[in-house]
Structures are given as structure tokens and as C-alpha cells.
């Protein structure tokens, strides 16, 4: 499948009041492909929220180039770009700009010239995307955080985007919030082929995903499919990520001395595995 | 206890209602409930942040009406320290040392005194020595938010209000908190109450839980009661904690029961393995 967003060689530092610089990322490469599904996940400090901002442009990169359909991402065509780019941030109540639901998801319309007749059919259909119709004229802070989200995310859609970039935005969810929201995101995806890059702490977000890249120290530390990153175990936790909780009972049990066949991911097949190999008589 | 926002007024907004529970000295209480549950408003009545409307709180032994004033009050914030949610929002001194001791000093404690606390504090919390004389700014996330908890545990509280401490963290940073303050629950004799979304740490730190829904505390009691009820939690828009649930889903299959609920993923393993053994292991 075709490239939509690469980075080749990508290095970038911060400067600190004392002139010091610290290396946030190193020499990261990677690719994403039309329609995947990308998680991005590190420990606080791995450098997966600086990748999140040189993507969209938010920094420039020191070496190395950020790279959206194939063309290096510049200050001369970084707005162009963008225009292609939805981004959900973490925190819902920091990103609402309108008074009502409607003029939330207008304001990039608006900002980008769209004629108002073509702006209330794609807010409409945003809001309908998200499961959010029948709220055009609610207050944002009225909503639920979840809500707000799927509001956020409605407002990046309207753009139409290829690609949508999710910075931690379940993060400060909670856990009915975090599941609507990545409902919304795997409903998405099979209607639209949208491309998703998440960077996120929720394991179960992650075993969604098509392709995962951890972060470690500023660099790629692996990179994989959800399966096989997870089966790396301990050395992840190394990396400060949690294993999910299938594969976390799956190594208690082996502790105590109950053999198992396989590392297990869903809880389903887990629990299979003890009917079928030990309770089955 | 009641309580309304703007009380009286065509603004009125109840918030809480009637409300009876009771919180031991030295237990450790989970608050839980979604969103909008009122869990947040319940906590800052603890401290006397808000007063009830109708009713009373009693907070050792002072006793919190809507006349209470000022100094009542005072005394009941000395004894009740407040972790609020990113709590390193409230950073602003120079140092971390000063920004440590600024509860302290405010409370009337010697300065030498709060200085040693300080420094004391920021070895318990794992903080290298020398971030003491560093602006909290130059730190990173995670160290910021130690600083902040050292900030409330320096002038000593007898109670601890954790309201979503661990949002925002990434799993070892929330692991690492959680068990600072199960040790200093512990160590300290505290008594701990945590508002928290995560099941998981409700049913593997509290000895009593309570579920607030609207406004209401709608259940209340021990873990093994409050959270084994699928039924009930989901009534309350709240799941079974994973190591339960997987529970439930296990004894389905397999037509066993467990003796207990597996309240943690450890307590889950060491059962099912017993339950192995007695059954006779596979040929």
C-alpha cells in the first residue's frame, strides 16, 4: 500500500534556560501506509508526544525530514498539508474554540474559506459520523468527555483529513469515554479507510491497532504488530509499558508452575486455553 | 447531606443528595463513579472546601454545617490534605524546597522544621537530592507531580484525599504512585480516601468502597460486595474490575467456583492454580 506519512532520519532537541540541549528524538524512521492503524506508545519522556508535534508540524525537525504524502513537510507548504491532517489532543475542555457543538466542528471549515451552504452539510455529516447528531446547538461543557471528544474528532473529519493523528486523546477519559471513543475510531475506519496514527497508554487501544511502534529514550525501540510487540513481555515493561492483562495472568499462572501453551492476548483465548489443557475432565 | 450549587437562587443545582456514609480512621475508602457522578463535589466536602447545604460532615471532631466558619474550617484543612487532579498545575515557587514547604509555613510550622520535612519528603518520594534547589519547572512530569504530592503530605496530614491521582501518567509512573501511597497509608497510619475511574485500583487498594451516581452514594461496602456485582455496576455505568470479570467468565466455563473474589490478577492466579492442582493435573 502507499506511503502517507514517513519519517526519515528524524532528530530533534530542546533547548533548556540553561543552553542545554536535550535529545527528545534520535534518528527515528518509520513509515505509515494509506489506511493503517498506527499506534505510538513510550513511557512519560520517550518522545512519543514530540513525534506527535513534528508530524504536524508544531516543530521542525534538527536532521532528518517528516515526510506527509511523500513531500518533506516544510514552512512553505506546512499549511497545505495540515489542511490534510485532523489532530485530536488530550485534553477535551482545551480545545473547544466555538459556543455550541455546530460552530465547534465549523471553525476550521470557516477558517478555510468553505461556503456556508457546503458547511452545514459537512458539519452535519461530521456530527452523524461521530454519533453526535442532535447536539448541533449544546454547549461544550455540557457534554461528557467522551462527548467532547467525539466533538473534537468531528471537527478534524469535517476537513475531511487522510490522515487523523490522536495525541493521548483518551487519556483523560474515563472508561466509558476511552471505549466510545475507540468504538468511534475502528467504525470509522472500516467506512471511511481512514489513516490513524495514535499515540496512547491504553493497552486494549493498542491491540486495535495494525502496527505499533514503541518509544524509548527519544528512538524507536521496536516496531510490530500488536502480537509481537506484546510478546516481547518483560522487556516492554523495561520500556515503562504495561502488558495486557491476559498476558499479565498468563505469566502470574506460569509462575506458579500451571503450564500453558501459548502467550495469550485476549482474555477469550485464556480462558479457553484453562478449560481445554486443565478443567476439562 | 445536601448540597446545591448556588442554593436559592434560579441558578439552584443540586449537586449531592442525601448522603449518609461514614469514613473509619485509618481505612482506605475508593470513591468511584463516571463522569458527572458528583465523586468530585463528595470530596471537597471532606476538607471543607464546601459546606453541606442541609445536613452535616463531621471530620474528626469537627462537625461541618452551612454556618460552620472560618476557623473550624482552618483546623479541619490542617488535618486534610488534598492530592487534586494534576496537581503539578499548582506549582509556582522558585524551588522545590520552598514550594514543599509553603503548606508548612503557612500552618505555622518553624521554617527548620519544614526544611528538614521537605528534605525528608523528596528521599520518600524517590526524588534525587539535588532537585531540592532546582525550579519544579526544569523537572519532568512525573517528577513535578512527586513534588506536589511532598507538598500536601509536608505539614502532616491525618487524612489523605487522592482525587484521580495517577491521570495522565503512563503505567509504570501510575504503578510507581499508587504504591507510594498504599506505603504511606500504611506507614503513616493514614487514612486514605482515593476518587479514582480505575476499578482495577479500587478493588487491589480499597477496604471499602462507595459508588456515587448522579448524586447519590448508591452502594457501600467492602470491595468483595461493591465490586462483584455485574449487575449493579453496570446499572451505574461501571464495569467489573478485569481480574472479576476474567473470574466470572473462568467459573462460567469451567463450572467451578472460586473460594473468593479475585479482587487482584495475583490473588486470580494463585486460586485458578489451586484449583488445577485439587481437579488433578492433565496426564
Same mark, same amino acid.
Given at each position: ?5 514517513? !519519517? ?5 532537541? *530542546? $533547548? ?7 535529545? %527528545?528524538?534520535? &534518528? /527515528? ?79 476550521? !471549515? ?5 461556503? *456556508? $451552504? ?7 455529516? %461530521?456530527?452523524? &459520523? /461521530? ?151 | ?283
Amino acid at each position: 500500500m502507499r506511503e502517507v506519512l514517513s !519519517l526519515d532520519g528524524v532528530s530533534f532537541a *530542546y $533547548e533548556t534556560e540553561e543552553d542545554v540541549f536535550v535529545q %527528545a528524538v534520535q &534518528d /527515528v524512521s518509520f513509515t505509515v501506509r494509506d489506511g493503517e492503524w498506527v499506534s505510538i506508545v513510550g513511557h512519560n519522556g520517550s518522545g512519543k508526544s514530540t513525534l506527535a508535534k513534528l508530524m504536524i508540524g508544531l516543530l521542525f525537525p534538527a536532521t532528518g525530514s517528516v515526510n506527509v504524502f511523500l513531500d518533506p513537510l516544510t514552512e512553505d507548504n506546512l499549511w497545505v498539508v495540515r489542511s490534510q491532517l485532523g489532530v485530536v489532543f488530550q485534553n477535551p475542555d482545551n480545545q473547544f474554540v466555538g459556543a455550541t457543538v455546530q460552530d465547534d466542528v465549523a471553525f476550521a !471549515l470557516e477558517n478555510n474559506g468553505v461556503s *456556508y $451552504e457546503d458547511m452545514q452539510i459537512r458539519v452535519k455529516e %461530521a456530527l452523524s &459520523d /461521530v454519533g453526535m447528531s442532535g447536539y448541533h446547538n449544546h454547549e461544550p461543557h455540557h457534554l461528557s468527555g467522551g462527548q467532547k471528544q467525539r466533538v473534537a474528532i468531528a471537527g478534524a473529519l469535517a476537513m475531511n483529513p487522510k490522515i487523523l493523528i490522536l495525541d493521548e486523546a483518551t487519556s483523560m477519559l474515563d472508561p466509558q469515554g476511552r471505549s466510545e471513543v475507540i468504538e468511534l475510531i475502528t467504525t470509522l475506519r472500516s467506512t471511511t479507510g481512514l489513516t490513524v496514527i495514535s499515540i496512547t497508554h491504553d493497552l486494549e487501544e493498542v491491540l486495535l491497532a495494525d502496527r505499533v511502534f514503541v518509544m524509548n529514550q527519544g528512538k524507536l525501540a521496536a516496531s510490530g504488530t500488536p502480537t509481537s510487540i506484546f510478546e516481547q513481555g518483560t522487556k516492554l515493561q523495561e520500556h515503562g509499558l504495561d502488558l495486557p492483562f491476559a498476558l499479565r495472568l498468563s505469566q502470574l499462572l506460569r509462575h506458579t508452575g500451571m503450564p500453558l501453551v501459548g502467550d495469550h492476548m485476549s482474555e477469550k483465548e485464556l480462558v479457553n486455553e484453562l478449560w481445554t489443557s486443565h478443567f476439562n475432565k | 447531606m445536601n448540597f446545591a450549587y448556588a442554593p436559592n437562587t434560579p441558578f439552584e443545582k443540586k449537586a449531592l443528595h442525601d448522603i449518609n456514609a461514614s469514613i473509619k480512621s485509618g481505612s482506605y475508602t475508593a470513591v468511584i463513579g463516571h463522569t458527572g457522578s458528583g465523586k468530585s463535589t463528595l470530596l471537597l466536602h471532606l476538607n471543607g472546601l464546601l459546606k453541606p447545604t442541609e445536613g452535616t460532615v463531621q471530620v474528626g471532631d469537627t462537625l461541618i454545617t452551612s454556618e460552620t466558619k472560618g476557623k473550624a474550617l482552618r483546623n479541619v484543612r490542617r488535618n486534610v490534605g488534598i492530592v487534586f487532579q494534576f496537581p503539578e498545575h499548582q506549582l509556582f515557587e522558585e524551588t522545590v524546597e520552598k514550594d514543599i514547604m509553603f503548606g508548612p509555613l503557612n500552618f505555622g510550622i518553624p521554617e527548620e522544621e519544614a526544611r528538614a520535612r521537605a528534605h525528608e519528603l523528596i528521599e520518600m518520594l524517590g526524588l534525587p537530592k539535588e532537585v531540592a534547589k532546582k525550579s519544579p519547572f526544569e523537572l519532568s512530569g512525573g517528577q513535578m507531580r512527586r513534588v506536589a504530592i511532598a507538598g500536601v503530605l509536608a505539614f502532616n496530614p491525618s487524612v489523605l484525599i487522592l482525587d484521580e491521582p495517577t491521570a495522565g501518567l503512563d503505567p509504570q509512573g501510575r504503578r510507581e504512585i499508587m504504591e507510594l501511597f498504599e506505603r504511606f497509608h500504611k506507614e503513616e497510619g493514614l487514612t486514605t480516601v482515593l476518587v479514582t475511574h480505575s476499578m482495577e485500583d479500587a478493588a487491589r487498594y480499597a477496604e471499602h468502597v462507595i459508588v456515587m451516581h448522579e448524586g447519590h452514594a448508591v452502594l457501600d461496602g467492602p470491595p468483595e460486595e461493591v465490586l462483584t456485582d455485574a449487575e449493579q455496576l453496570a446499572m451505574y455505568r461501571l464495569e467489573l474490575p478485569r481480574s472479576v470479570r476474567f473470574q466470572r467468565d473462568f467459573e462460567r466455563l469451567v463450572h467451578h467456583k472460586l473460594p473468593k473474589p479475585a479482587l487482584t490478577e495475583e490473588q486470580l492466579a494463585v486460586m485458578i492454580a489451586e484449583l488445577a492442582k485439587e481437579m488433578g493435573e492433565p496426564k
